[in-house]
Nanobody, 113 residues
Framework: VQLQASGGGLVQAGGSPRLSCAASTTIFSFSAMGWYRQAPGKQRELVAIVARGGSTNYADFVKGRFTISRENDKNTVYLQMNSLKPEDTAVYYC????????WGQGTLVTVSS
């Protein structure tokens, strides 16, 4: 299984980019897919998860601002990011849970103030 994350870049505070995570296989088989992030000098942390059935869970610091969704026919999971803040600057990683956990390569989001 390969995961390809894209959509990062330099964004102004308040911006609304959308990250995409394309899987090399059908995502319907995954029990869950998620987005994590790692800021410089910090540990990787959960941002959002979407389960196979569609239920979602968010970190408190993105609730109301970010939305995770999955499009099974495109084998892609998205992270819509709204009202970005400079503290959202990080490398964003997607992952998928099957018999083990798979990680994508990460996409850097830099938020300028």
């Amino acid at each position: 299984v390969q995961l390809q994350a894209s959509g990062g870049g330099l964004v102004q505070a308040g911006g609304s980019p959308r990250l995409s995570c394309a899987a090399s296989t059908t995502i319907f088989s995954f029990s869950a897919m998620g987005w994590y992030r790692q800021a410089p000098g910090k540990q990787r942390e959960l941002v959002a998860i979407v389960a196979r059935g569609g239920s979602t869970n968010y970190a408190d610091f993105v609730k109301g601002r970010f939305t995770i969704s999955r499009e099974n026919d495109k084998n892609t999971v998205y992270l819509q990011m709204n009202s970005l803040k400079p503290e959202d600057t990080a490398v964003y990683y997607c992952n998928a849970v099957l018999s083990k956990i798979y990680w994508g390569q990460g996409t850097l989001v830099t938020v300028s103030s």
